[in-house]
């Protein structure tokens, strides 16, 4: 056997044998996210955002074997391209799923270092699908919150949210919500233009509230944002929470909304709570990114 496919055999092996390993803690019982855990990351990602490690910095990061990692977080990119959007977040926590965990990757972009690491902080690059479809014109900041009010009442008046009034009156919950939880619903402001998909979804979180209790909180949370984007969403009462906020907030009396995030938040509910209502966008299993 050549030196090289001999090496690349042997890397290959080690790298299924940490997949079968990690899948057989996970079987046992061991979860990939705790409350605690991700605390315990929010708490390194908010020394992050204050300014302590804006050339990048080593921090440990504690894997689902038990073990911790050091790894050295990388500073961010000075350049952009043309069609990547700065989001609010300088930096940002990345989740991942037990099946990125135990899906043998290419030895090109495989890291052993991050091989257990269900997260880990880094500097993010935000890339605009080449099929974004804007139906109105860009607008000054000031004009922001009238242009995302304006489509929100076109919203309420559309055959769409009649299905999502029909839908919401057969539900009935045998629990007070005292908050509901709109997490990874995307920036409402891209290229100057308030995104209509993005508005319709964050619009929801104000009306189930409404729908199950008018006195419970309306929390939001995105790293997407910008000031922009929050001071729309300030002035339409929803109150924005950072990374990981929104997660800690999650209990089995609130009701949370997300719609195709880039976070694997089916696993992440499944280790840290119940909430009592969660509303998301339908998945076909094995499909999309792993994260």
């Given at each position: 056997?050549?030196p090289?496919n001999e090496?690349?055999?042997?890397?290959?092996?080690?790298?299924?044998?940490i997949c079968?390993?990690?899948?057989a803690?996970?079987?046992?019982?061991t979860?990939?996210?705790?409350?605690?855990?991700?605390?315990k990351?929010?708490?390194?990602?908010?020394?992050?955002q204050?300014?302590?490690?804006?050339?990048?910095?080593?921090?440990?990061f504690?894997?689902?074997?038990?073990?911790?990692?050091?790894l050295?977080v990388e500073?961010?990119?000075p350049?952009?391209?043309?069609?990547?959007?700065?989001g609010?977040?300088k930096?940002?926590?990345?989740?991942?799923?037990i099946?990125?965990l135990?899906?043998?990757q290419d030895?090109?972009?495989f890291?052993?270092e991050?091989?257990?690491?269900?997260?880990?902080i880094?500097?993010?690059?935000?890339?605009?699908?080449?099929?974004?479809?804007f139906?109105?014109p860009?607008?000054?900041?000031?004009e922001d919150?009238n242009?995302y009010?304006a489509?929100?009442?076109?919203?309420?008046?559309?055959?769409h949210?009649?299905?999502?009034?029909?839908?919401?009156a057969?539900?009935e919950?045998p629990?007070?919500?005292?908050?509901?939880?709109?997490?990874?619903?995307?920036?409402?402001?891209i290229?100057s233009?308030?995104?209509?998909?993005?508005?319709?979804?964050?619009?929801?979180v104000?009306v189930l509230?409404?729908?199950f209790s008018?006195?419970s909180?309306?929390?939001?949370?995105?790293?997407?944002y910008?000031q922009?984007?929050?001071?729309i969403?300030h002035?339409?009462?929803?109150t924005?929470?950072?990374?990981?906020?929104?997660?800690?907030e999650?209990?089995?009396y609130s009701i949370?909304?997300?719609?195709?995030?880039n976070?694997?938040?089916?696993?992440?509910?499944?280790d840290i709570?119940r909430?009592?209502?969660i509303?998301?966008?339908?998945?076909?299993?094995?499909?999309g990114?792993?994260?």
């Open positions: 056997m050549e090289q090496l690349h055999d042997n890397t290959r092996s080690r790298i299924n044998s079968q390993d990690i899948q803690m996970y079987d046992a019982g979860p990939l996210f705790t409350k605690d855990s991700i605390r990351v929010g708490e390194e990602l908010k020394r992050f204050n300014g302590e490690h804006d050339n990048g910095a080593t921090i440990t504690k894997g689902i074997n038990g073990v911790d990692y050091e050295f500073p961010p990119i350049e952009r391209g043309e069609n990547e959007h700065v609010g977040a930096w940002m926590i990345s989740y991942k799923s099946r990125y135990t899906t043998c030895l090109e972009f890291k052993f991050k091989a257990y690491l269900p997260m880990w880094f500097s993010p690059i935000m890339r605009l699908g080449t099929g974004l479809e139906k109105h860009p607008t000054r900041p000031e919150f242009m009010q489509i929100v009442q076109q919203w309420k008046t559309s055959q949210f009649e299905q999502v009034q029909d839908v919401l057969s539900v919950i629990f007070a919500v005292t908050k509901v939880i709109g997490l990874g619903l995307g920036p409402l402001v290229k233009r308030v995104f209509e998909r993005c508005a319709f979804q964050h619009a929801l104000p509230r409404q729908k008018i006195s909180s309306a929390y939001v949370q995105d790293p997407a910008t922009r984007d929050r001071n969403l002035s339409a009462g929803l924005v929470l950072e990374d990981p906020q929104g997660l800690l999650l209990d089995e949370l909304l997300t719609i195709s995030p976070l694997p938040i089916e696993d992440i509910v499944a709570c909430p009592g209502i509303i998301w966008n339908g998945l076909i299993p094995n499909s990114p792993p994260w």
